[in-house]
């Protein structure tokens, strides 16, 4: 097995995330674009990163103008160290509060598997595989 650092994986998330990934949510409003493609796919990253390195997942709110706008996911590594490879999507002045630790979601993603799965098989084709405990 080859082994990565994370800027292989950060490239192979850059390269895969696409409108066909992107959450249903923030697709309908117009917001993800080809020069934004973080947008729209923080909790199947999370996934994705929790499914190689471990650890934990960490879920804060998205706030714009004093309002509430979603949520934004990121990873707790098993070091303690908070990794969020979608952070660069937050381009208008968004600020991420009340960060919690989540479980992650028993088996398939109820209205994102599709789109997780998608995006996996990307980041693989990219990668080349996953190592055997994350497969």
């Avoid at 199947?44 to 706030?63: K, R, S, Y």
């Amino acid at each position: 097995m080859i082994p990565w650092n994370l800027l292989d994986i950060d490239k192979a998330l850059h390269a895969s995330w696409a409108a066909d990934t992107c959450s249903p949510d923030d697709l309908a409003r117009c917001s993800w674009q080809p020069g934004n493609p973080a947008w729209g796919h923080c909790d199947i990253t999370a996934l994705i990163v929790n499914d190689i390195f471990g650890g934990g997942l960490v879920v804060g709110e998205v706030h714009c103008s004093g309002e509430q706008q979603g949520f934004h996911w990121w990873n707790r590594l098993p070091s303690g160290v908070e990794l969020d490879l979608t952070r660069e999507q937050f381009q208008d002045g968004q600020a991420v509060t009340a960060a919690r630790d989540v479980k992650r979601p028993p088996g398939p993603l109820p209205r994102r598997w599709e789109e997780y799965l998608l995006l996996r098989e990307r980041v693989l084709k990219h990668l080349g595989h996953l190592p055997e405990s994350a497969a």
